[in-house]
């Protein structure tokens, strides 16, 4: 079973590719596509098109959240696909906002309204619990926060009833994909922490074996001291490949390239990653 991932959009690009800050995953798993996000604007459908990439064969696309480096492309992706299921949790219509020292408070949450994008033939599934996208590929709905060492982000708030508060990132949802060798865990930004999605999924998937994990892991404002917890316990679970880039950050990054050397991919814009290629099934 060949598993591919093309990066569509990331902060950082390949020759040729367009780098913009935010994330897009095309996640081809024996020719079932799936799209994680879709960048902060017209990234992900300027290198999809670099690449040959037909937004029309998608099966599905996922939101990992609301937030915009990931959302802000979904209305240009539309107009080329046309009509496409969206898998999401209900949150990602929360107003989300940035809030950091020094920096002036940012709106950071989907800017399209959900009217305006079922016009475009977006029909929504939105749930807090997994959802199998196909007989191998399960999202992890929401994401229970477990170790002693992984905290949401204090700059990142939303709106409530009772005025604005720092967000639980309910929204934050991952994918894994099953395969021989064990789970390929794609993470968006993993704002509830990238141990917890991984031991989520093994809950969810009755899987322990992490084969890889691809995508964004929030490391971004992370002490060393829990960046190195984080490389600790990936290394505990034996993962063999690790392709995080995003929000993980330059530290932490350099970090895991130190770590896992040769199995550590730094996946950006452009990158086509060949996981796996099962010659069983
Ligand atoms: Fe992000
Ligand atoms: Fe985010």
Not at 78 to 94: E, F, M, Q, R, T
Not at 106 to 130: D, H, Q, T, W, Y
Not at 151 to 168: A, H, K, M, W
Not at 181 to 204: S, Y
């Amino acid at each position: 079973m060949p598993v591919t991932i093309t990066t569509l959009s990331e902060n950082t690009a390949n020759f040729g590719f367009l780098a913009e800050w935010g994330l897009s995953l095309l996640i081809d798993v024996n020719g079932f596509k799936v799209l994680m996000d879709t960048g902060m604007s017209i990234s992900t459908v300027y290198n999809a098109r670099l690449l040959g990439v037909d937004f029309g064969e998608l099966d599905v696309i996922v939101l990992s959240h609301g937030h915009l480096d990931h959302t802000g492309g979904l209305m240009e992706v539309l107009k080329l696909s046309g009509p496409k299921k969206i898998v999401a949790h209900p949150d990602i219509w929360n107003a989300k906002y940035s809030d950091r020292r020094g920096r002036p408070s940012r709106n950071i949450g989907m800017p399209f309204s959900r009217e305006e994008l079922e016009k475009l033939g977006a029909a929504f599934e939105l749930s807090r619990e997994p959802v199998y996208l196909s007989s191998s590929i399960v999202t992890s709905g929401e994401v229970p926060m477990n170790t002693d060492y992984e905290r949401l982000d204090q700059g990142l708030f939303y709106e409530t009833e009772e005025g604005v508060q720092p967000d639980p990132l309910k929204d934050d949802l991952s994918m894994a994909v099953k395969t021989k060798p064990g789970l390929i865990v794609v993470l968006g930004c993993a704002h509830r922490g990238p141990v917890n999605i991984i031991r989520h999924f093994q809950e969810v998937t009755g899987e322990d074996r992490i084969y890889a994990v691809v995508g964004g892991t929030h490391l971004v404002h992370a002490s060393p001291e829990r960046i190195r917890k984080t490389i600790r316990d990936f290394e505990k679970m034996n993962v063999k490949k690790v392709a995080c880039s995003h929000c993980t950050g330059l530290r932490a990054a350099a970090m895991m390239a130190d770590a896992f050397g040769d199995s550590f991919v730094y996946n950006n814009a452009g990158t086509r990653l060949t996981l796996t290629i099962d010659q069983g099934d």
